[in-house]
């Protein structure tokens, strides 16, 4: 008995009989040759159809979009950590009495008093004027005198160490003269000190300090009365001449667990007003990884302490530059370890400015990208005169019972008076709070949906049908392996010779029967 090996044609072709795959069946079983091309051109045109729409969803997958969710949710919120700092960075008194001969030299502080002037009052070194003429060609690549001014005193400034800079510098005993939170009674004591190039002793209210047992303020209720208050005393009449060109406070309102950054941020509140923030929290959660480019901080080394921010990491990265390019540390900002700081020549000036150019226009890499977790606090600020003149006696006789606080001279002149305090309210204008948050935009299970829905729209195919084809490359694997096992020698067809339970094998048994026939008949 002869056995018929399977071919790789009649493989094929029984795959195309029976498939469950449209189209392909009526290809190879059709008579006609009319329709057979058209049902395999049919077939080819549709299958490719659907390889153009496979590569358009698989290259839509691999581009990892997202989809950003915005909900309203209202719930007791935290409250953000507020940062005050005096527009003068030191005190003039205080400058006067330490006697520095680089202060002085600069014109900073009055000269000592000349002996032929007798009981004239001292001098202070004003900065030459110049007319400019209507007609001259101004040089955009000279620096501003009031540029080089403040680049000259901070440059001084950031060469005296902590406690001289601290003491230096307004205290929050004078500066904050009543603190209200929440409708219950604070002070200076609950504000936290750090020292700003630029603004001198800055105080941070609510500050998160990582001690067990103590977090951050909540607040229930929104409304001014349910927020910071404070009325502050600024001394102008301790004011640099030279430096302090506006009057007034720096509010800085943050996260309570990063670094505030006074020059680039906030808000000023002058005196003799109201000043009221009312807050509204948006709370912004982004993806990391492949779905985009945000991280929680690991693995920056900060310069500044307290939790990830786009601005600390700028100011990091813009040092480091600064450090290797020019040399010398930026004034503008915390001094690294085993550093020095710039000074304040025009070609370290000229250097720190192609610098900070060169970081803009990406010649320089700063790896700074977004936080995946952001609170941002968006601000309506408003302005009020204060006080009002009814209300006038109340605050005086506030202040009158303060054991540092503004002297007669001040509380008995209205314009002193306004010219000195101020008042600021910082609240949550409602407790219902934004939510953006990004989530995976097309996941693997999207892709195989749209991958199956287009696979069954233009081939007519299945899961199964993909089944039936694994099965078909199966069997060919099969017949080239033997092909290639044989050699490929032809083989002939093998017979089988039956051979009966007795061992005899069946034509000698028929032989054996026939002759018995021949033998009866003769008998």
Not at 283 to 292: D, K, N, P, S, V
Request: glycine letters at 8%.
């Amino acid at each position: 008995m002869t056995t018929k090996k399977p071919s790789l044609r009649s493989t094929l072709r029984k795959y195309g009989e029976n498939t469950s795959a449209h189209g392909i069946p009526r290809a190879v079983t059709t008579k006609s040759f009319v329709r057979r091309l058209f049902w395999t051109c049919l077939f080819l045109a549709s299958l490719s159809y659907f390889l153009y729409q496979a590569q358009t969803l698989v290259y839509k997958y691999i581009k990892y979009p997202v989809t950003t969710d915005v909900t309203i949710q209202w719930s007791a919120l935290q409250f953000p950590a507020v940062t005050i700092c005096n527009a003068n960075p030191l005190r003039l008194r205080q400058l006067v009495r330490l006697g520095s001969a680089e202060f002085e030299s600069a014109g900073f502080i009055p000269k000592p008093a000349n002996p032929t002037q007798n009981g004239s009052a001292p001098s202070t070194t004003q900065a030459p004027t110049t007319l400019a003429n209507d007609d001259d060609d101004y040089d955009y690549d000279a620096f501003h005198d009031d540029f080089e001014t403040i680049n000259s005193f901070t440059g001084l400034l950031v060469q005296l160490n902590d406690s001289m800079k601290q003491s230096l510098g307004h205290q929050a005993r004078d500066l904050i003269q009543e603190c209200q939170f929440d409708g219950r009674s604070c002070s200076f004591r609950n504000f936290t000190l750090f020292t700003d190039s630029t603004y001198g002793n800055c105080f941070t209210f609510n500050k998160e300090e990582f001690i067990p047992g103590r977090s951050p303020h909540s607040v229930t209720s929104a409304g001014p009365s349910h927020g910071l208050s404070l009325i502050l005393y600024i001394e102008q009449e301790e004011y640099i001449p030279r430096i302090a060109e506006k009057a007034g406070v720096r509010v800085v309102i943050h996260s309570n667990e990063v670094f505030p950054f006074p020059e680039a941020e906030g808000f000023d509140a002058p005196p003799g007003s109201l000043t009221s923030a009312g807050l509204r929290l948006t709370h912004i959660t982004r993806l990391g990884g492949q779905y985009g480019d945000c991280t929680d901080g690991a693995g920056h080394e900060l310069l500044y302490p307290g939790g990830y921010t786009q601005q600390n990491c700028i100011a990091t990265c813009h040092q480091d530059h600064m450090i290797n390019i020019c040399g010398c540390a930026d004034i503008s900002y915390m001094l690294p370890q085993g550093a020095t700081y710039c000074n304040s020549s025009t070609s370290v000036a000229t250097c720190e400015e192609g610098v900070k150019r060169r970081i803009a226009t990406a010649n320089l890499t700063c790896a700074c990208p977004a936080s995946c977790s952001d609170r941002v606090f968006r601000k309506s600020i408003g302005l009020a005169e204060w006080p009002a003149d009814s209300y006038l006696p109340t605050v005086l006789s506030k202040l009158r019972t303060k054991s540092r606080g503004p002297g007669t001279g001040i509380l008995g002149d209205s314009d002193e008076f306004k010219r000195n305090l101020l008042k600021v309210n910082i609240y949550y204008e409602a407790l219902n709070f934004e939510r953006i948050t990004e989530s995976p935009g097309y996941e693997v299970e999207n892709l195989l949906g749209d991958l199956g829905g287009q696979l069954g729209l233009w081939v007519g195919m299945s899961c199964l049908s993909a089944m039936e084809i694994m099965e078909v490359l199966a069997d060919i694997v099969v017949i080239l392996w033997k092909k290639l096992s044989s050699g490929g020698r032809p083989t002939s067809p093998k017979v089988t010779n039956v051979v009966d339970v007795a061992g005899t094998d069946r034509n000698d048994t028929y032989n054996a029967h026939t002759a018995s026939i021949h033998v009866a008949e003769k008998m």
